[in-house]
DNA sequence: TGCTTGATTAACT
DNA sequence: GTTAATCAAGCAC
């Protein structure tokens, strides 16, 4: 335990507009709208719903990771340019990157329109579609644990990348969550610049 | 065009 | 602990 940012209140932000057409949708909630560091730990606990494929599988949010433009360990630093352009784009959207030219790794834009901020999602806790999980995964270790792990049981890919996850039509959806007790914070994981940064994020529950 | 690197994972010893 | 799997992005030439 390094130490407990304080998470103010459980309120969920999420600000509800009226579309131009008769579509209703959600904008990201106003914790988004900040730069990565600030806005990962507040992700912790929300719910991430998959219904790719038609199926339903869904987890809560454990572990996070924060990016930022100035920040040399992130895909965004040197401004945008090919496959990190949505990194730039509003908040809320999904950026999903090919890892090591074998795993997905999702993240969800944060901050400022032009900021080039986002949140890795690492790890989580299975809600709902365990059987989904396990079939997308070949095993049932290590389900949702993991960038790439998390990705795949969730059926997480490239053709996810842009997506609006506060878009109810959108396959892949942020839900409010029960935030955690306490929130451990750590330097990130796998990096060789900016190691010194304490920007990884996990949810710790009593017991 | 070709080389190097990498926000990883799992199967090894 | 060590290493193989495997490929897109970024950069040098």
């Known amino acids: 335990m390094v130490g407990m940012p304080s998470l103010g209140d459980a309120r969920i932000a999420a600000v509800e507009y009226r579309a131009l ?3 209703r949708r959600l904008v990201a909630p106003e914790f988004l709208y900040e730069l990565a560091d600030r806005a990962a730990p507040r992700l912790l606990g929300w719910h991430l719903e998959s219904r790719v494929d038609g199926m339903l599988s869904k987890l809560a949010l454990t ?3 924060a990016y930022r433009f100035d920040d040399p360990a992130s895909h965004s630093f040197g401004g945008p340019r090919g496959r990190n352009v949505v990194m730039f784009d509003r908040p809320g959207l999904l950026y999903v990157y090919r890892s090591y030219g074998l795993h997905w790794c999702a ?3 944060c901050g ?3 900021e080039g901020s986002a949140i890795l999602l690492r790890a989580g806790t299975v809600i709902a579609g365990e059987e989904t999980m ?3 995964r070949g095993r049932s270790a290590n389900l949702t ?3 790439g792990n998390l990705c795949q049981a969730l059926g997480l890919t490239g053709l996810h ?3 609006d996850l506060f878009d109810p039509r959108s396959p892949v959806r942020l839900l409010p969550g029960k935030p955690p007790s306490s929130i451990r914070i750590t330097p990130r994981i796998g990096i060789s610049k900016a190691i010194d940064k304490p920007w990884r994020f ?3 529950e009593p017991g």
Do not use: D, F, Q
């Open 161 to 163: 990348n842009k997506i």
């Open 63 to 65: 572990e996070v990771e």
């Open 134 to 136: 396990i079939s997308r």
């Open 112 to 114: 400022k329109v032009g």
């Open 21 to 23: 057409g008769p579509v």
């Open 107 to 109: 993240n969800v834009v």
């Open 202 to 204: 996990l949810a710790v």
């Open 145 to 147: 644990t993991g960038p």
